[in-house]
């Protein structure tokens, strides 16, 4: 079972345009990861966020979290083509636990 | 610096044959997951490898079986192969029990015929 949803299943804009997808889990968490995914290949690392923390920024990447609504959101600001993918969130319980993924939200950039 | 790495990238089986996977974490890395991703899902946690011994389970059958060898590396082991086991397998490492990021390899796509 997963124990996340993303938050739309997909989403279409324009480059340039800013693109906000947002997660929501079930339980107490200790971290929450991002991940990228293009074209069903591997999962690349975008941003942690410790559940202490409520905001981070990674370049064009914001990441929040709001651990009394158990839920997370994602800003990609002045989007590229480049960020046409599908961007998971994944949430562990303690350190070096296992990551619980939910289902992704698929985002196209158009040119 | 190497990140982690899988292989084969891609693997076509007989229904019924065994199948094995292969990764190396990140250096400095000593804790290997493993996970399967079926098409359009978000990836589904196999199990856990730390200092040799498999740490966590998730919620797969006795087929599902893993390694990890005294210079991190792992392996996957899938028995008794079935249709549904045709998913892309990923292999994440990280170091063990500390609040770091997980980093993922490229997977490995399994087709079951």
């Known amino acids: 079972s997963q124990q996340g949803e993303e938050d739309p299943q997909a989403l279409s804009i324009q480059e340039g345009e800013n693109a906000t997808m947002n997660c929501s889990y079930k339980t107490s968490i200790n971290n929450l990861q991002w991940y990228r995914q293009n074209s069903g290949r591997g999962l690349v690392h975008l941003i942690l966020?410790?559940?202490?923390?409520r905001e981070k920024h990674s370049g064009r990447l914001r990441v929040t979290l709001d651990t009394s609504k158990k839920s997370s959101s994602l800003l990609i600001t002045a989007s590229r083509a480049a960020d046409t993918a599908s961007y998971f969130c994944?949430?562990?319980?303690?350190?070096?636990?296992?990551?619980?993924f939910g289902g992704g939200t698929r985002v196209l950039v158009k040119p | 610096d190497a990140g982690v790495t899988q292989s084969p990238t891609h693997l076509i089986k007989t229904r019924g044959q065994q199948v094995t996977l292969r990764c190396s974490p990140k250096?400095?890395?000593?804790?290997v997951s493993w996970y399967q991703q079926a098409l359009g899902q978000g990836p589904q946690f196999i199990f856990q490898y730390y200092e040799e011994e498999e740490r966590q389970r998730g919620n797969f059958p006795d087929r599902f079986s893993g390694h990890q060898f005294p210079n991190y590396s792992s392996e996957l082991n899938v028995n008794a192969l079935l249709l549904g086991d045709s998913a892309l397998y990923l292999c994440?490492?990280?170091?063990?029990?500390?609040?770091?990021?997980?980093?993922f390899g490229q997977g490995t796509r399994l087709t079951v015929v």
């Open positions: 994440a490492s990280s170091l063990g029990g500390l609040n770091t990021e997980a980093f």
């Open positions: 994944a949430t562990d319980k303690a350190a070096g636990n296992k990551l619980t």
């Open positions: 966020i410790r559940s202490n923390e």
């Open positions: 250096s400095g890395h000593d804790t």
